[in-house]
């Protein structure tokens, strides 16, 4: 496996992201990761991506080693916290690839700073306002409930979303499991989580990105499992009709958790549509 850089800190305006970068590499990519993981959901994709890429992982803030927040983030202001990342490491431009819910923020990236972006990976993609989210979902959104279930079952809730996006369960390995855990470890922790799970709505955080994603002009790359639960089909074949010349990559037999699910076919389909 490769290694492993160690954890560095990038300030922003909310406070300080945690961010790995390998320095090597002719091509910059930042790998920005969804809910509820981190950067570490793209460990297992290391070995698989072409060596000519200068990989970046970071976490969103609330998530993995990032800085906790005493109120919420939006997916506007996470963007902007993305950019002051490619600027604290003095990129011009970069490749994105962004799962889940980092694929909405990408959309927010894209209208803010899409000159930035040579090209963009979108996986497993939650972006117009119709997306029905996991019922899980709504039940910690209950105001009484929710919380008591964060407090009470945070592991078991993030442990079971998780094996459920994916068709290989066994690669949920004990290190990813554990990175989580102690990202929501203790009442800071659970308040991270609930601020997370509760981001907002489909139907407003997302009413513009279908204008945006029609404006977008980088080279994309949609990449869907056909055996996702979380995301319907409508929305990765959706967004591949609406980016002029975009390219939609299934993945056979794999579910939601795409990096973690099918490290190696993903990792291949990165590098050729970057590299091919």
């Not at 442990?159 to 855990?181: E, F, K, N």
């Not at 009442?187 to 977008?216: C, D, H, Q, S, V």
Request: hydrophobic fraction near 45%.
């Amino acid at each position: 496996m490769a290694m492993i850089p160690e954890t560095r800190f990038c300030e922003t305006a909310r406070g300080a992201l945690a961010y790995t970068d390998t320095e090597v590499g002719e091509v910059p990519a930042i790998f920005m990761h969804g809910l509820p993981t981190s950067k570490a959901i793209f460990e297992p994709m290391r070995a698989w991506l072409d060596p000519r890429f200068r990989v970046i992982t970071f976490d969103l803030h609330d998530y993995g080693e990032s800085q906790t927040l005493r109120t919420p983030t939006t997916h506007v202001e996470r963007a902007q916290h993305l950019d002051a990342l490619r600027a604290h490491l003095g990129l011009d431009r970069f490749v994105l690839v962004a799962h889940d819910l980092g694929a909405s923020v990408a959309i927010d990236y894209m209208d803010q700073f899409g000159e930035r972006v040579d090209k963009l990976v979108i996986m497993s993609p939650p972006v117009y306002p119709d997306f029905d989210e996991p019922a899980v979902v709504d039940l910690v959104r209950l105001p009484a409930l929710g919380t008591f279930l964060l407090f009470a079952a945070a592991e078991q809730l993030v442990d079971r979303s998780v094996r459920r996006g994916m068709s290989r369960p066994a690669r949920y390995t004990p290190a990813i499991s554990g990175a989580l855990h102690r990202a929501y470890a203790g009442r800071k922790g659970r308040m991270a989580l609930m601020r997370n799970l509760r981001w907002g709505t489909p139907r407003k955080t997302f009413a513009r990105y279908p204008e945006i994603i029609r404006a977008i002009t980088a080279p994309t790359l949609v990449i869907q499992g056909t055996e996702d639960p979380y995301i319907p089909r409508s929305q990765p074949e959706r967004m591949a009709r609406d980016v002029v010349g975009a390219r939609l990559q299934w993945i056979e037999g794999a579910a939601h958790f795409l990096p973690m699910d099918a490290p190696r076919p993903v990792a291949e389909a990165i590098g050729e549509f970057v590299f091919g």
